[in-house]
């Protein structure tokens, strides 16, 4: 994304996806009307409690990213380890994943988090990154204010499943076993008729590092930011937070302004995301140091993980937007980035005291407007994995087929689905989403599955692609054929 790009294809997003930004554009705003607001290129905001100071703060969004990171590359990791001589006896490797889940702040400050950047992160540590906990955060776990009860409804997708926090520990547990299991020598044999290249591979097509992450980004992530940060439905939470006086002693900035900044720590991008292209954001831009995300946008010489450190859905956003381009016009981090900027600067020229009910209802049309883009980014991302699974299916009569190929794409699919049912808003209700888990299904079809059971599971991710397509009203284009080519 760049700002021509913005410009270029601002009216084709927000046609598209309905987004409010232009109907907002010309609104009486109140003590904050359009006509005199002042959006940055970058989110970069002064302080109306400490002169010279930012208001800006999301530290403990960047400290669970780096948890999140940490624990993805940890599940990665087994496979060497084992295979290279390191014996897991049973519960060691639960432990090690809820080193990462369960976080204790002062026993894990000075743990190096391992992630690599180029050049190196300014914060090595998980304290230095900030120390907080991933399982705090999670769907049910952080209970105030949540539009469903995660503890008695239980979630929906996988059977099963009661709560999220549950069905993480579940995946950990079952982590565990296979890790012991290789560890004493037993390796299962994947449908392919080849033995399982990953520890966290499992026989009947679950990839389950996948499912962890990309859960998580839901869960905890996404949860966070559409059902707290940027909600409303709670007196004193997110836009309803109080913005007369600092949020506690010695900060610079209101409990509104830090809520709005919380929600974007979630999103995942840097402070100046609207600088980069899609292919820089899609690690597709022939730069091998910018393929984890990270620019070292001040020249110092180190990533600086709170603003340099694009991440999450931030890059799944650049991705989708990328893999559009000759196909249809499309900018959904142009969409989204717009949205925050707007939504913070609008925080920002309010005068400190109550917000007026006309400030409050633009701000409401802003975080509709974030809300909307960043679920496309992860509804798109969606009918990728799809397709990516579409592809795997078609090998299945062709050749080629990979049992770890169609194990990682089903589950990373399946892990961004589940994902949806955390946002009250969704374009997709709770009813809907069981309608579209019924046609994922509760795993990839395997090599050896009847012509039947093929024949429905081909249909089953047609019918589910189309039901997003439908949904976020996509271009044509972007769908693919049913062997999954040609779209996103």
């Known amino acids: 994304m760049n700002g021509t790009k913005m410009m270029q294809n601002w009216r084709g997003i ?60 940890s599940i990665e990791g087994l496979t060497a380890a084992i295979d290279g001589g390191k014996a897991y006896s049973k519960g060691e490797v639960q432990a090690l994943l809820l080193f990462y889940y369960d ?59 009661t709560t999220p926090d549950a069905q993480l520990r579940n995946w950990f547990a079952e982590l565990d076993q296979l890790a012991a299991d290789r560890s004493a020598g037993t390796i299962g044999t994947g449908a392919d008729g080849k033995p399982l290249a990953e520890v966290h591979i499992t026989a009947g097509g679950h990839h389950l590092e996948e499912l962890v992450s990309k859960f998580l980004l839901g869960a905890m992530a996404w949860s966070q930011a559409a059902d707290d940060y940027l909600d409303d439905d709670t007196d004193g939470k997110g836009l309803l937070s109080d913005h007369s006086k600092a949020e506690s002693e010695g900060k610079p900035y209101t409990a509104l302004e830090h809520a709005w900044d919380e929600g974007f720590g979630y999103f995942g991008a840097s402070r100046d995301y609207g600088a980069y292209s899609d292919a820089e954001l899609a690690g597709a831009s022939g730069d091998a ?42 900018d959904l981090t142009g969409a989204v980035w717009d949205a925050f900027l707007r939504g913070r600067a609008r925080i920002a020229k309010t005068p400190l005291g109550k917000v007026d009910a006309a400030t409050l209802d633009a701000l409401r049309k802003d975080r509709d407007a974030v809300l909307q883009a960043w679920e496309a980014c992860l509804a798109a991302s969606i009918v990728h994995y799809v397709n990516e699974a579409l592809v795997d299916v078609a090998k299945l009569g062709a050749g080629g087929w990979s049992h770890a190929d169609a194990a990682k794409h089903w589950s990373e699919l399946k892990g961004l689905a589940l994902s949806l049912q955390f946002n009250r808003r969704s374009k997709l209700d709770l009813k809907a989403q069981q309608t579209l888990h019924g046609h994922i299904g509760m795993a990839p079809v395997l090599q050896g599955a009847s012509a039947d059971a093929v024949a429905k599971a081909k249909q089953g991710l047609l019918d589910a692609r189309k039901m997003l397509m439908d949904a976020y009203a996509f271009p044509a284009a972007l769908a693919g054929d049913d062997a999954g080519e040609g779209g996103w």
């Open 103 to 161: 976080y204790d702040v002062a026993a894990g400050a000075d743990v190096p988090h391992g992630l690599s950047f180029t050049p190196a992160a300014k914060q090595a540590t998980f304290g230095a990154a900030s120390g907080k906990k991933l399982v705090e955060k999670v769907a049910g776990n952080d209970a105030v204010g949540q539009f469903r009860d995660w503890a008695t409804a239980g979630m929906i997708g996988w059977q099963g499943a």
């Open 289 to 330: 140091a910018r393929k984890t995300g990270a620019f070292d946008t001040d020249g110092d010489g180190a990533i600086d993980l709170g603003s340099e450190w694009n991440r999450g859905l931030a890059l799944y956003c650049g991705k989708r937007d990328h893999a559009a381009s000759g196909k249809a016009e499309i």
């Open 14 to 73: 927000t046609a598209t996806l309905g987004l409010s930004l232009l109907a907002a554009c010309g609104a009486d705003d109140g003590n904050s009307g359009d006509d005199a607001l002042q959006v940055p290129t970058t989110y970069t905001f002064g302080s109306q409690l400490e002169s010279g100071a930012s208001s800006v703060d999301y530290g403990g969004q960047v400290g669970r990213s780096v948890l999140l990171a940490s624990l993805s590359e």
